[in-house]
């Protein structure tokens, strides 16, 4: 399997790479420093509408500050916010392979097409999050409401085509 390396280690970011993590998948965060040192010390402990929970400790989180991070990544998915998508895409043009697979799993119109321009060598998808995440405390995310993770290309990733899509999890 390869490796995953979630960009932006907010809600999102933490929520669907500690469900990765917690299924088992060879993930690594890209984050700041603060977030980094609660991931480090507390682990991710998610919870989902439905009462079910997981906890991925400490010591499986991979977390750094460095865009060098992803230069191992199969896959990166990006969940930064929208303002910092031009930094970011300037960042992974630097450091990722070209056959990393890139994911843009933000809010906003448009980032997928600054993550291409910035990365004419790699795959590039948009994401759809369709659900709600909160973080209830430092490394603490809820889901709170039924959804799914879902990524196609630009002609299919619409509303109205999301039956087609492939699902990333559940």
Same mark, same amino acid.
């Given at each position: ?6 960009? !932006?280690? !907010?809600?999102? !970011? ?6 990765? @993590? ?9 984050? +700041? ?5 609660? @991931? ?31 230069? *191992? ?22 450091? @990722? ?38 973080? @209830? ?13 879902? *990524? ?10 999301? *039956?087609?899509?492939? +699902?990333?999890?559940?």
């Amino acid at each position: 399997m390869a490796k995953i390396c979630i960009y !932006g280690a !907010g809600s999102i !970011g933490c929520y669907i790479g500690g469900r990765l @993590l917690a299924g088992g998948s060879d993930v690594s965060f890209v984050g +700041r420093a603060r977030v980094g040192d609660q @991931l480090r010390s507390r682990g991710i402990t998610l919870s989902h509408y439905d009462e079910r929970r997981w906890h991925v400790a400490p010591e499986r989180i991979d977390v750094s500050t460095e865009a060098s991070t992803v230069a *191992s990544a199969g896959l990166v998915l990006v969940t930064v916010k929208s303002a910092a998508t031009p930094t970011v895409a300037a960042e992974l043009a630097n450091v @990722l392979r070209p056959d990393t697979v890139v994911v843009s799993f933000q809010n906003g119109v448009g980032n997928a097409d600054v993550l291409r321009a910035a990365l004419p060598r790699n795959t590039v998808l948009e994401g759809m999050v369709r659900s709600m995440s909160s973080s @209830l405390a430092p490394a603490r995310i809820t889901r709170v409401h039924r959804a799914s993770w879902r *990524s196609g290309n630009r002609r299919r990733c619409s509303p109205s085509s999301m *039956s087609s899509e492939k +699902r990333i999890y559940r």
